[in-house]
Nanobody
Framework: VQLQASGGGLVQAGGSLRLSCAASGRTFSSYAMGWFRQAPGKEREFVAAIDWSHRAFYADSVKDRFTISRDNRKNTVFLQMNSLKPEDTAVYSC????????????????WGQGTQVTVSS
C-alpha cells in the first residue's frame, strides 16, 4: 500500500482544513486507516483512525474538532479539522494497518509522507 497525503497549509486559529490521503492498492477497503502528527521537537502522536466498517477513534486532544472519514470507491481517507489551534501545528501523516488497534496505539504497517499544517495565532 502506498499512501499520499495532501491538503496541508497555513490557517488562522479557529479555521478549518481538510486533509486527504490517497492510497494505492485494490484492498484499500479492508485496511484500517489513521492520521498521525509530529510537531517540532515532539514525538509522533496518534490523531485519528477509522476501521473498515467506518468506526472512528480519536485522540482526546482532537475529539469534537476533527472528523475522520473514508471513501472506499476513491481509495481515500480524509481528516476534516475544525476549530484549529496553534498547538495543532505539525506534520500530518497518514498510515494503514490491517486492523485498527495498532493504529490507535501508534503503529502501522504502511506510512505515507506528511503534509505540513501550520496554525497561526
Amino acid at each position: 500500500v502506498q499512501l499520499q497525503a495532501s491538503g496541508g497549509g497555513l490557517v488562522q486559529a479557529g479555521g478549518s482544513l481538510r486533509l486527504s490521503c490517497a492510497a494505492s492498492g485494490r484492498t484499500f477497503s479492508s485496511y484500517a486507516m489513521g492520521w498521525f502528527r509530529q510537531a517540532p521537537g515532539k514525538e509522533r502522536e496518534f490523531v485519528a483512525a477509522i476501521d473498515w466498517s467506518h468506526r472512528a477513534f480519536y485522540a482526546d486532544s482532537v475529539k469534537d474538532r476533527f472528523t475522520i472519514s473514508r471513501d472506499n470507491r476513491k481509495n481515500t481517507v480524509f481528516l476534516q479539522m475544525n476549530s484549529l489551534k496553534p498547538e495543532d501545528t505539525a506534520v500530518y501523516s497518514c498510515a494503514a494497518n490491517s486492523i485498527v488497534d495498532p493504529l490507535v496505539r501508534g503503529g502501522a504497517q504502511y506510512w505515507g509522507q506528511g503534509t505540513q499544517v501550520t496554525v497561526s495565532s
